[in-house]
């Protein structure tokens, strides 16, 4: 009988998150029965698509036992860069004159190039100049938002909104293949090759190792410096595809883009059971969290509810799962 209780507060504890969401989408449905069809779940999912690929970049960073506040600029930064480059030809107000129309690709990997550069920038200061991960990436946070400003600002734009994107670029937001929105397929995409690279490859194993304990790890011969620098490196590509597709589903840019993603992206690794400890994480668990966070608010403003309860209900389930986190991890040690 208690081993029975004990596998079943196990149990409970080790798939907390998927309660938790059933649950969610119950009370909303037994409220509103609307709430269960096929328009409002794509909707949701249209909507998770960008936070899904900014949280898979964060998991890294997590799972290796760091943490990143600037992933949500860097999203913003992103943005900017590819909407800038993705204006058709004819565009009332061109941010570059001159620059004739660029296949789509262009734009995106531009973004993620950005993502990149300050992804290793990231994992330079942490790993070379020993600065506390949250504290260099508070900088870095405030760095790039600066060149965002400086860069939205440049005439002739002079800080308008971008807009007049080319038609193929806005179809990565806005477009469909079978039904399908095509920023889901990416996001679903990205979640293929984040799952690959933490199950199926020598990196994912050492990354789990650098999170889980990083001086047994460094004393075991792996080199924490790259793999710090590598999950930096990682987050930075998903944070500028996330800023390509935030732009692509917007059909705009401004630099006030990605304020928050990055508390958004940290929460929905949490609460989808990434250890604040680090060592630990599931690209299933943090798809349910980020889902679980558009749940709450795409359920609560759908049965009329005020969106103020969202970051009360946000909140506790924040403090509820780090409790949760806390008491596993305190009981494997």
Do not use: H
């Given at each position: 009988m208690?081993k029975?209780k004990?596998?079943?507060?196990s149990?409970?504890?080790d798939?907390a998150?998927?309660?938790?969401?059933?649950a969610l989408?119950?009370?909303?449905?037994?409220?509103?029965?609307?709430?269960?069809?096929?328009?409002v779940?794509?909707d949701?999912?249209m909507q998770?698509?960008?936070?899904?690929?900014?949280?898979?970049?964060c998991m890294?960073i997590?799972?290796?036992?760091?943490?990143?506040?600037?992933?949500?600029?860097?999203?913003?930064?992103?943005?900017?860069?590819a909407?800038?480059?993705?204006?058709?030809?004819?565009a009332?107000?061109?941010f570059?004159?001159?620059?004739p129309e660029?296949?789509i690709?262009v734009?995106?990997?531009?973004?993620?190039?950005?993502?990149?550069?300050?992804?290793?920038?990231?994992?330079?200061?942490?790993?070379?100049?020993k600065?506390?991960?949250?504290?260099?990436?508070?900088?870095?946070?405030?760095?790039?938002?600066?060149?965002?400003?400086l860069?939205?600002n440049?005439?002739?734009?002079?800080?308008?909104?971008?807009?007049?994107?080319l038609?193929?670029?806005?179809?990565l937001?806005?477009?469909s293949?079978?039904?399908i929105p095509?920023i889901v397929?990416?996001?679903l995409?990205?979640m293929?090759v984040?799952?690959?690279?933490?199950t199926?490859?020598?990196l994912?194993k050492e990354?789990f190792?650098?999170?889980?304990?990083?001086?047994a790890?460094?004393?075991?011969?792996?080199?924490?410096?790259?793999?710090q620098l590598?999950?930096?490196?990682?987050?930075g590509?998903?944070?500028?595809?996330a800023?390509?597709?935030?732009?692509?589903?917007?059909?705009?840019?401004?630099s006030a883009y990605g304020?928050g993603?990055?508390?958004?992206?940290i929460?929905?690794?949490?609460?989808?059971?990434?250890?604040?400890?680090?060592?630990?994480?599931?690209?299933?668990?943090?798809?349910a969290g980020?889902?679980?966070?558009?749940?709450?608010?795409?359920?609560?403003?759908?049965i009329?509810?005020?969106?103020?309860w969202q970051?009360?209900?946000?909140g506790?389930?924040?403090?509820?799962?780090?409790?949760?986190?806390?008491r596993?991890?305190?009981g494997k040690?």
């Amino acid at each position: 009988m208690i081993k029975n209780k004990l596998d079943t507060k196990s149990l409970l504890m080790d798939y907390a998150i998927y309660v938790i969401l059933t649950a969610l989408v119950v009370i909303i449905a037994v409220i509103s029965p609307k709430f269960l069809s096929i328009n409002v779940a794509k909707d949701i999912l249209m909507q998770s698509a960008v936070r899904i690929v900014v949280a898979m970049g964060c998991m890294f960073i997590i799972i290796s036992g760091s943490a990143d506040l600037s992933g949500g600029r860097m999203v913003g930064l992103a943005a900017l860069i590819a909407a800038s480059l993705a204006q058709t030809a004819n565009a009332s107000l061109k941010f570059w004159p001159n620059l004739p129309e660029l296949p789509i690709f262009v734009p995106v990997l531009a973004a993620m190039l950005a993502g990149v550069c300050f992804g290793v920038f990231n994992g330079l200061v942490v790993s070379k100049l020993k600065v506390p991960a949250f504290l260099a990436t508070l900088g870095t946070q405030m760095i790039i938002f600066g060149f965002s400003s400086l860069y939205f600002n440049m005439e002739p734009n002079s800080s308008q909104p971008l807009g007049s994107l080319l038609k193929g670029f806005r179809n990565l937001g806005g477009g469909s293949i079978l039904g399908i929105p095509v920023i889901v397929i990416i996001a679903l995409l990205v979640m293929l090759v984040v799952w690959i690279l933490l199950t199926k490859t020598c990196l994912g194993k050492e990354i789990f190792a650098v999170g889980g304990n990083l001086e047994a790890a460094r004393v075991s011969g792996i080199n924490v410096f790259k793999i710090q620098l590598i999950t930096y490196s990682i987050a930075g590509a998903c944070y500028g595809l996330a800023g390509a597709l935030e732009a692509a589903r917007t059909s705009s840019a401004t630099s006030a883009y990605g304020s928050g993603y990055e508390l958004d992206a940290i929460a929905s690794c949490i609460v989808g059971g990434c250890s604040v400890a680090g060592g630990v994480g599931t690209v299933g668990g943090v798809f349910a969290g980020v889902i679980i966070f558009n749940v709450l608010s795409y359920g609560l403003t759908f049965i009329g509810i005020s969106p103020y309860w969202q970051n009360v209900v946000k909140g506790l389930i924040i403090i509820g799962a780090v409790a949760l986190d806390v008491r596993k991890y305190a009981g494997k040690k």
